[in-house]
DNA sequence: CAGATGTTTAACCGTGCGGTTGAATATTGT
DNA sequence: ACAATATTCAACCGCACGGTTAAACATCTG
């Protein structure tokens, strides 16, 4: 898939988040990263694999063992949609401000 | 609701993301923002309703008319998440690169 | 080879999603 | 009062999700 909508759904799990932040601290096998889990193995299975087909992990097989390593880029894609919105967030403190800050463009 | 994670499931539906993105034009009513979809005023209400859960949209009720209003605060919670992996889709262009930067923070 | 280990696959289950249609509920305007 | 307008509600549909268990597959090791 790799599309934001694929990313934000595979994100949205708080299992899957949990995945991906156990892999900034470096790559792991599908056991080491289950472990953590009060579920099955086959079940963290399938969230791997969620995250692999939105483009978040990356797989490599050597032996019997996957091998996991995180891929992040499809997360800017996130950040940047976003932050489209900072100015509707920020400016939602003050609502009149953001009422001139759309009639004429701040700063 | 309000965690991050029913905001991340609302903002994972297409139809969804553009209510938001309509919303930022201003507020409008239901069946304005229905108005581009080629689905029924039903449909589009159930959307906007978790859109409303997930404290994405806010409505003010005026006679028969609803109108809604982007709150987009809980936004801001999902580009902080996402920044927080900045460093690996940076870094990952250069593996090395992110390798040592993780032995020793970079800069 | 046999057994242990790592992982996926398959079948199943309950639940929720995204959509529909049709009816109900409010409110407005003539 | 009546009809039009704005919106939701309820029942339904097909399908995908998140989980389970049991079996299969692949690989390593004694």
Not at 31 to 51: C, E, G, N, Y
Not at 60 to 66: A, D, I, N, S, V
Not at 74 to 82: D, F, H, I, T
């Amino acid at each position: 898939m790799e599309t934001l909508s694929s990313t934000l759904q595979a994100i949205s799990d708080p299992t899957r988040r949990a995945i991906i932040d156990r892999l900034t601290r470096g790559p792991a096998r599908v056991t080491d990263v289950a472990a953590p889990f009060a579920m099955s193995l086959a079940a963290v299975s399938k969230h791997v694999r969620v995250l692999e087909k939105a483009g978040l992990v990356r797989r490599t097989r050597q032996g019997r063992e996957h091998t996991l390593a995180l891929e992040a880029a499809p997360l800017r894609e996130v950040a940047s949609w976003a932050a489209r919105y900072e100015q509707y967030w920020t400016e939602r403190l003050d609502r009149l401000e953001a009422y001139f800050a759309n009639r004429r463009p701040p700063r």
